[in-house]
């Protein structure tokens, strides 16, 4: 493919730029070393963290298009840039939960690390100024986040992608507690896979020892947090 170059600057947002380009159907996201937690409350830098997390998302969504589900992805530029397809953003964050943990565990008083019968789904509605609360599917309609069809191929990509997902982890010791997915539409209206899927985005434990490989090193300063996401991209990429 030809090479793709930036053009102006689209979107600043807490972890990456996103990027116009010369063609009108792709952007370029850059990753950010920086991170936020609660609601951009906790501020602070993770070492390589961009460069780790374009190198696992990329990897993972181009594992997931290998098993049926579509995706943004179009090609790795460097070590913190992709060229992605360009999307208008679906404004929900959607969670799938295997096991209970933070804020799940919190609201339902669960032990961390309490097994869920079934995969869980929740939905937050995709607002800064209104700390991303939590929505049904009776919101997402009324409110035309998405309508009824978007919303059921957004739910059923959620689940496969949970399968995939925790099977591929599981055969590197990584067990998939929760993690949360954005989708996009493009100019003809397909509904993809869009964002990224990292340690940013996911709760991964180690399937042996149990320990944190994730942003909750971050969030709760349990340091070791750059050792963490590279064990991950080492795990998943041999590197
Ligand atoms: N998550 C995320 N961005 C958010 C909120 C949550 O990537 O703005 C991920 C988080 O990393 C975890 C899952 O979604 O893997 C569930 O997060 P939870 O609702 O427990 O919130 P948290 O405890 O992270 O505040």
Not at 43 to 60: D, E, F, H, P
Not at 162 to 177: R, T
Request: aromatic share 8%; hydrophobic share 40%.
């Amino acid at each position: 493919m030809e090479t793709v170059k930036k053009t102006e600057q689209l979107y600043e947002g807490k972890a990456k730029r996103v990027y116009a380009t010369a063609n009108p159907d792709y952007c370029i996201v850059s990753y950010k070393d920086d991170a936020t937690a609660f609601n951009g409350l906790k501020k602070g830098t993770i070492a390589g963290k961009g460069a780790i997390n374009n190198r696992v998302s990329n990897y993972l969504m181009q594992m997931l298009e290998q098993n049926g589900i579509p995706t943004h992805f179009v090609m790795e530029c460097n070590e913190r840039e992709t060229v992605v397809k360009k999307v208008s953003i679906v404004p929900l964050e959607v969670i799938v939960r295997n096991i209970a943990a933070g804020s799940l565990a919190k609201r339902l008083g669960l032990e961390e690390g309490t097994k869920l019968k079934r995969p869980v789904l929740e939905f937050c509605y995709k607002n800064d100024a209104l700390g991303d609360p939590m929505v049904n599917t009776y919101h997402i309609l009324a409110m035309e986040f998405a309508t009824q069809e978007e919303l059921d191929l957004i739910c059923q990509y959620s689940f496969k992608i949970n399968d995939v997902l925790s099977e591929y982890l599981k055969a590197v010791n990584i067990e998939l507690i929760d993690f949360k997915l954005e989708f996009g539409k493009t100019a003809d209206g397909t509904i993809l896979l869009a964002d990224e899927i990292s340690p940013d985005t996911c709760r991964f434990w180690d399937s042996v020892s149990g320990q944190k490989l994730d942003k909750d090193r971050f969030r709760r300063d349990l340091g070791g947090v750059e050792d963490a996401y590279q064990e991950v991209l080492k795990r998943l990429l041999g590197e």
